[in-house]
T-cell receptor
Framework: AQTVTQSQPEMSVQEAETVTLSCTYD???????LFWYKQPPSRQMILVIR??????QNATENRFSVNFQKAAKSFSLKISDSQLGDTAMYFCAFMKPRNSGNTPLVFGKGTRLSVIA | DSGVTQTPKHLITATGQRVTLRCSPR?????VYWYQQSLDQGLQFLIQYYNGEERAKGNILERFSAQQFPDLHSELNLSSLELGDSALYFC?????????????FGSGTRLTVV
């Protein structure tokens, strides 16, 4: 079974600074998808960014980018120019491709990020 | 508004009781997933339905059951409730059985068992 590990339970960053959240995963699959979800105090789960394993180029979405290291099974999230609204719980998640059967998103335990003014 | 509607938003009930949580998926989505998030924990997968049929099962207790109706809305039934069942229950939907585009989540139902 796939597992997702987030080794940093809590992190903090000064406003306007850059922070990197770590995620590692374990799988024997060659093709898969990786995601970062954000859960602010409202508890809503919001998709931040996704990465397809067969694409070598790292995904970016505005201030959010990933460092995908397939061989190392590492998928870190970098938040640039941190804003107070980035304060949230961040979850890393893994999904096998559809042709591997119906498998759900597997989540890590999350990293609580606090952005400090 | 994500397009996934969950009702009720909050539910307080006593131990031993039974409750039903409802989810309407985003328009066009055929898959519905249920997740449980206990206090300050990650999301634990419970069960998935695709176009009315059960497709995948996670760590769902025997006291819990779910179904997806012809109009694609889904209900999660929790019975013989215990204090430990207190959690945030999320419903999510996707177009297919998981094509790599992630899920769209509802805002959750917070269940408190007293």
């Amino acid at each position: 079974a796939q597992t997702v590990t987030q080794s940093q339970p809590e992190m903090s960053v000064q406003e306007a600074e850059t922070v990197t959240l770590s995620c590692t995963y374990d799988t024997s699959e060659n093709n898969y998808y990786l995601f970062w979800y954000k859960q602010p105090p409202s508890r809503q789960m919001i998709l931040v960014i996704r990465q397809e394993a067969y694409k070598q180029q790292n995904a970016t979405e505005n201030r959010f980018s990933v460092n995908f290291q397939k061989a190392a099974k590492s998928f870190s999230l970098k938040i640039s120019d941190s804003q107070l609204g980035d304060t949230a719980m961040y979850f890393c998640a893994f999904m096998k491709p559809r042709n591997s059967g119906n498998t759900p998103l597997v989540f890590g335990k999350g990293t609580r990020l606090s952005v400090i003014a | 508004d994500s397009g996934v509607t969950q009702t009720p938003k909050h539910l307080i009930t006593a131990t031993g009781q039974r409750v039903t949580l409802r989810c309407s998926p985003r328009s066009g989505d055929l898959s519905v997933y249920w997740y449980q998030q206990s206090l300050d924990q990650g999301l634990q997968f419970l069960i998935q339905y695709y176009n009315g049929e059960e497709r995948a099962k996670g760590n769902i207790l025997e006291r819990f059951s779910a179904q997806q109706f012809p109009d694609l809305h889904s209900e999660l039934n929790l019975s013989s409730l215990e204090l430990g069942d207190s959690a945030l229950y999320f419903c999510a939907s996707s177009v297919g059985g998981g094509g790599g585009y992630g899920y769209t989540f509802g805002s959750g139902t917070r269940l408190t068992v007293v």
